[in-house]
């Protein structure tokens, strides 16, 4: 500091004008800094505000589809139960929770239906439920699988079922396995043999021989491939059997 106060005036201004230009170009990237700051406010504003209105269109078009296959849901519970004792059924979405179901019990609103209807309510609620997303499918021309879904169904509701097949997916692939023997049968009646193939499978025997297709359908070939291992089970085949064929017996 006392070296410097000997200093010649031309290198005292030299130093004070490189302070100046330091300062100044700090000056400016302050300026440059705040400009940043500036376009990632605005751009933090417009990721939000997008994805506002992105977030809003889905619920816009997932109130749209809920309200469509709610629809459909309600169409088909009217086939499968006529009675009134069900209605308004739609898919509700509440707060901070996953798709739930709503539906009126005898009047009397149910926003938890699976803790106060039956098996049997709940089971067609379900296969309402997937069968109405699966017309939704329609223009895809996929398949339709129901692999025994009519388990706690009783007899009448078994009838409603190829009911609502007919009317609603008459156009398209349906496959329908069943182990109940019984309803077999009655589907063989109530199906158009035209447009349906009905077929069974032999009891499975070893990995060699694998499923095979029956080679008959009346299911007596079924009891004789159980008679030396399943002797009860052949007796309840035979029985089953016997009883399918008896009004062709009678016609002839």
Known sequence: MSASKDTPPDVQQLNADKQSVEAGSAIFEAMELD????????LVLFLESLENEIRGEIKRQSEKVMGEISGDIRGMWSILHPSKEIQ??????????????????????????RLTLSE???????????????????????????????????????GMLVELLEKEFSGRQVFILTHDRDWYIELRHQLDGGRWTFKALMPYENPETGIRWSAKSAGFDDARAQLDGYPDSAATQRERSWRSNLPYSLST
Not at 96 to 108: C, E, N, P, S, T
């Open 35 to 42: 400009g940043a700051e500036e376009r990632i406010k605005s």
């Open 120 to 158: 049997g309510y709940r089971n067609s609620l379900g296969l309402c439920i997937f069968l109405s997303m699966a017309k939704r499918e329609s223009q895809k021309d996929r398949p339709i699988l129901l692999d025994d879904v009519v388990v706690s169904f009783d007899r009448n509701h078994r």
């Open 88 to 113: 308004e059924i739609e898919l509700i979405v509440p707060a901070d929770k996953a798709i739930d179901i709503g539906l009126k019990f005898y009047g009397v609103k149910q926003n938890l239906p």
